[in-house]
């Protein structure tokens, strides 16, 4: 792995394309492509099963792909893995910690053997989360698990950071704590790949975002990017109802009540009918750019519609744990 | 949970009556979702503990005519053996039938107590602690449910073994045929011995809130149920006072039925009572606990790491150590006990008849055969140790431990090479601890300094044996993880060849697959350090082989 020299700076910190994994007959992954460049906070969206997990733990090593290539910090992530980890830090979404080491020894035994802590750093997080440190792993809730996880994280100098749902059962407050870190992370030259379903937190955070879905990225972008795929949703009061414009190309949804008219406009077909609203007496109108919700629904709506396969979906190893327990639960309770 | 209701919408029942009610709402329900879970482990553990019996019970019979059951009983009247096997009851007219009950009947006790405690362990610490209990206990469902229904599986288990196994010995073809009525006490001896431990694991499980500690201080009653035994029937054989001794033992109760000889069932009202009782004081505990917490509560530790904890090999330490620390405790109070007796056991032999002293090997010889078996009983014993080990470490794999860990800059090998070097020398510390207990116990009782070094020796190159079963474990971790329990079988065979082999009158040849054949008996024996070296070459080899296959597979985890 060359740590030094040009090439470093200029390649991708992570470089994934065409990857496949299989679990037995399951496919988790298929064909995915992923790159994310040098200082940025990438957005990595996808619902549960999408195959999340699975690609943060390709990246680390711990997993072998099956087909494709994958970089990281210009090396292999399987054959480079020692050397690679000295460079970065993973937050896992579902923390374990041993039942009887403490959170502060968990804290700095990652961070120690990722190659060093900053142990004013490591003292200023812990306040900042509000954690604890003299508790036992057994007695930590799943929120303070996490912080654990984030602390030994945020307070190693790591290059890049692998973020798996980092914030799963934080509080709203600490959330913000979170996001501040990340910011300054980012600002010290930090590269992040953020996975997420909390789309919230990812727009806040993201200069780019990728959706995977099934195994495969199927959007890749800025928000801004990803915006021009998904429509505007308009709404505008006018003396007569606008219901003429329900048969219109790019027009969606509309709703007519009194003089309130609410529809959905595709972003190509949004200045055509800007011009004719002009035509009409509007007294107010609102706009507003999808969120990351409708950018998630137009991928997935029409599976929502359909028979909902998402709990079958491939990549459930990647949560497996969490799945096994609940399948328990199910099996008790019914 | 104290004012559950029977089923929701039904009609409300007075409330005092609901509320005793209400605490084993559901246990039906989580019983057959035992057995549904453990549609494989069950049938394992009652056929497997079967079948070993329905081979001592054979194989017992082909191999011996009058006169090698003659010797055999001459032997069998030995203390060391009344140690290993029971107190030999009708030894004196021996058959078949009482020497198979008389001595072998032990270990099958032994396998249904461990099948009893990792049953309840299993299915209520376990659950706790992984967090599934909650969401089980969360529906309609009685605080003590979870361990009723555990306690009524590990019944279940018992009497299917006590069953099966009362059936084997009628069955099994040894002459004279067995009747009828002792064949089902010898197989209610040792169903009742599984459930006596049932109601200590009931007890056990409450006290940690780790499944791990929990099973460790069962295990650790289990111990002591051996040793005190042993101790009693040690003395009865040589006419000693404390024969008494064996009457606190679950495993003496089941053993002082004496089938074939006495033929009294009275003794096991002792192990339903110990069962009883343990599930009593289990319902009290657990009413006095939160979930998923242990008895005792919990500490603050330190907000910082110690400075030491700073590679694979400190935290492989530091994970290790409790477990360590607990085995150490066993290791020199079990060494100083075994080797205190050597005196009383070598004053009891002057008594004996001159031809079963020649048997041992002469007056000189008794002293020094005792030490030196006792070193491959050890070496027995730390090999379970070593084995769990690496299974706890299939737990951190499992348990996502080990990703975090292996996310940092620890290579896979270096993570399992700490782990497995940690054990490896906890091997040999353990030996060393039971080699000194013993040589104390043993210069103790003889005032012979000269034992010391020998007993220290004989027990610590024993090692070699306890590290090829840790490569044969590391080797299967790391080939084949789902396949590492194989390495108990290697290890039953093991045992049932060194313990049972020569009296077996197994070939030299089969006799020499067992692992802890070769090292030697010292002091009765030689070291033979060319055994210690290969066994010690083959564990590495054994050790590179699983590392290499860890290296290339994916982590497994759940």
């Known amino acids: 792995m060359s740590s030094t020299g040009p090439a470093r700076d200029e390649s991708p910190a992570i470089d994934i394309s065409g990857v496949t994994k299989n679990y037995g007959k399951v496919t988790a992954l298929r064909g995915l492509d992923l790159e994310v460049a040098r200082g940025e906070v990438h957005g990595f969206l996808g619902p549960n099963g999408a195959g999340k997990s699975t690609t943060m733990r390709i990246l680390l090593g711990i997993l072998r792909h099956d087909a494709g290539t994958v970089r990281m910090l210009g090396g292999d992530p399987w054959s480079d893995a020692v050397a690679l980890h000295r460079r970065l830090a993973y937050v896992p979404g579902d923390v374990e910690l041993w039942p009887n080491l403490t959170g502060g020894e968990a804290i700095d035994l990652f961070a120690r053997l990722r190659g060093g802590v900053d142990a004013a750093k490591r003292d200023e997080l812990i306040e900042r989360f509000d954690l604890d440190p003299r508790k036992k792993g057994r007695t930590y809730s799943k929120g303070n698990r996490q912080k654990v996880a984030l602390i030994s994280a945020l307070a190693s100098e790591a290059d890049l950071l692998l973020l798996d749902e980092p914030t799963a059962g934080l509080d709203p407050l600490m959330e913000v704590v979170f996001q501040e870190c990340v910011r300054e992370a980012k600002d010290a030259g930090v590269t992040v790949l953020l996975s997420s379903h909390i789309l919230a937190q990812v727009e806040i955070l993201a200069d780019r975002i990728s959706i995977i879905r099934k195994g495969t990225v199927v959007e890749s972008g800025t928000l801004q990017d990803l915006r021009h795929l998904s429509r505007t949703t308009v709404t505008a009061s006018t003396d007569k109802p606008l219901t003429e414009l329900a048969g219109r190309q790019g027009v969606h949804d509309l709703h007519a009540e009194g003089q309130q008219t609410r529809f959905e406009v595709d972003a190509e077909h949004l200045p055509a009918i800007m011009r004719d609203l002009a035509a009409h007496d509007v007294q107010a109108l609102t706009a507003t750019p999808p969120t990351l919700e409708q950018l998630l629904l137009r991928h997935y709506g029409d599976e929502l519609s359909g028979a909902g396969s998402n709990g079958n979906d491939a990549g459930s190893n990647g949560t497996g744990t969490r799945g096994k327990v609940r399948s328990t639960g199910n099996e008790v309770a019914s | ?558």
């Open chain 2, 1 to 558: 949970m104290t004012t559950a209701t029977e089923r929701p919408g039904g009609a409300a029942p007075p409330q005092a009556s609901a509320r005793q009610r209400g605490a084993l709402t559901g246990t039906g329900t989580l019983l057959r979702f035992m057995l549904r879970r453990d549609r494989v482990r069950l049938p394992t553990w009652v056929l497997g503990l079967t079948a070993l019996w329905a081979y001592f019970a054979n194989a017992i019979g082909a191999v011996m005519d009058a006169e090698s059951l003659a010797g055999m009983a001459t032997m069998a009247a030995n203390p060391v053996m009344a140690l290993i096997g029971g107190p030999g009851y009708g030894f004196d007219d021996i058959t078949v039938a009482r020497l198979v009950a008389g001595f072998y009947a032990l270990y099958l006790m032994l396998g249904a107590v461990l099948m009893s405690i990792t049953t309840l362990s299993r299915h209520t610490r376990v659950e706790e602690q992984t967090g599934r209990a909650e969401l089980v206990r969360a529906n309609v469902l009685g605080r003590h449910a979870q361990l009723t229904a555990a306690l009524l599986l590990a019944v279940v288990m018992n009497l299917l073994v006590a069953g099966l196994t009362g059936l084997v010995t009628l069955g099994s073809a040894i002459e004279p045929p067995p009747e009828a009525g002792p064949s089902l006490l010898m197989g209610a001896g040792i169903g009742a011995t599984g459930l006596a431990f049932a109601g200590v694991g009931a007890i056990t499980t409450q006290l940690s809130a780790f499944s791990r500690a929990g099973s460790g201080i069962a295990g650790a009653v289990l111990g002591a149920a051996f040793v005190v035994r042993g101790i009693g029937d040690m003395s009865t054989a040589q006419d000693g006072g404390i024969g008494w001794l064996s009457w606190l033992s679950p495993l003496g109760w089941s053993q002082q039925t004496a089938p074939f000889t006495l033929d009294r069932w009275w003794p096991l009202l002792l192990s339903v009572a110990l069962a009883v009782a343990g599930a009593a004081v289990g319902y009290a505990l657990q009413t006095r606990r939160d979930l998923a917490a242990g008895v005792l509560p919990d500490r603050l530790g330190a907000a910082r790491a110690a400075a030491w904890l700073r590679s694979p090999f400190a935290l492989a330490y530091r994970l290790q150590r409790p477990s360590l620390i607990g085995w150490s405790v066993a290791m020199v109070l079990a060494g100083v006990t075994f080797g205190a007796f050597a005196q009383p056991m070598q004053e009891g032999a002057a008594d004996m008849p001159e031809e079963i002293v020649a048997v041992m090997g002469g007056t000189e010889g008794l002293l020094e055969g005792y030490l030196g078996f006792m070193g491959i009983y050890f070496a027995l014993i730390v090999a379970v140790y070593v084995i769990l080990s690496v299974q706890s470490l299939r737990g951190e794999e499992q348990g996502v431990r080990a990703e975090p860990v292996l996310a940092t800059s620890v290579s896979r090998s270096s993570w399992l090479g700490a782990w497995t070097a940690v054990t490896a020398a906890g091997a040999l510390w353990l030996l060393l601890l039971a080699g000194l207990g013993q040589g104390f116990g043993a210069v103790l009782g003889t005032g012979d300094w000269g034992l010391f070094g020998p007993v220290v020796l004989g027990n610590a190159v024993h090692v070699a044996a306890a590290w090829l079963f840790l490569g044969l474990a590391v080797a299967l971790y790391g080939l084949a993880p789902r396949l590492v329990g194989v390495v108990w079988i290697v290890f039953v065979y093991g045992t049932v060849l060194s313990l049972f082999g020569e009296m077996l009158e197994f070939d030299r040849a089969v006799l020499d697959t067992s692992p802890f054949q070769h090292v030697g008996q010292h002091p009765a024996e030689e070291v033979s350090w060319v055994a210690v070296g290969i066994l010690t070459v083959l564990g590495a080899v054994l050790v590179g082989a699983g590392a290499t296959g860890f290296r290339r597979r994916d982590l497994v985890t759940a």
